[in-house]
């Protein structure tokens, strides 16, 4: 059945974000934002869901709303709306967002999708809270203290971040994603994943209280 947007019991403010992005935006965050909407002009989608996903799914994952933060064209965020939950899925890109957008209509699950253009570390949730916060290859440790704080109890947090010896924009040292966490989350489980040349650190943690 397919069920209204407001039904989904997301009150977002997308306008109020959208200023937060567009108003003093760091210079670096504007060049960020052309960079990643020239990437995701010129290479076709794929789609795929992370494997944070199912991870999540296997830990036991509440009823509730999913946030994810940095979404780029999510395949996670459309697995979820597959599953039936409702996704409020944040990028500053609005050609990834118009992107995920039609193929989530395209599938016929685009009213489980609210899609907000938005700094991650600017992002104002209002009241939310989330089942499941997520965010996948993205780093910023604002952005972070946001997803955790927003976690509803018993929900769960996903986080996977480029790994790296030496701390750099976007880079984690594996390790620093569950000593950043807040008091109240017990982590489930912490790996370092190889995947050819490239390593990351990925978190899947749970609020306890
Ligand atoms: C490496 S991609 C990851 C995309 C997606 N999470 C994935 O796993 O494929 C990084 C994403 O972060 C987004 N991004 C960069 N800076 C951001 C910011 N300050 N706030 C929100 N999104 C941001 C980019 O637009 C891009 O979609």
Known sequence: ???KRAEHGYRGAVSRNDRARSGGAPPGRDRDLLRWNARYADEPPRFRPHPLVDAAFDAGLPQGLVLELACGRSGSALALARRGRSVVA???SDVALRQLGAEAERCGIRDRLHLVQAEAQAFDTGANRFALVLATLYWDPAAFRIGCAVV?????LGWEALAATQPRRFRVRHGELS???PGGFQVLSEELVRTGTRATTRLLARATA
């Open 1 to 3: 059945m397919v069920t």
């Open 152 to 156: 509803a109890p018993g929900g769960l």
């Open 179 to 181: 000593a950043q966490l």
């Open 90 to 92: 944040v990028d500053i």
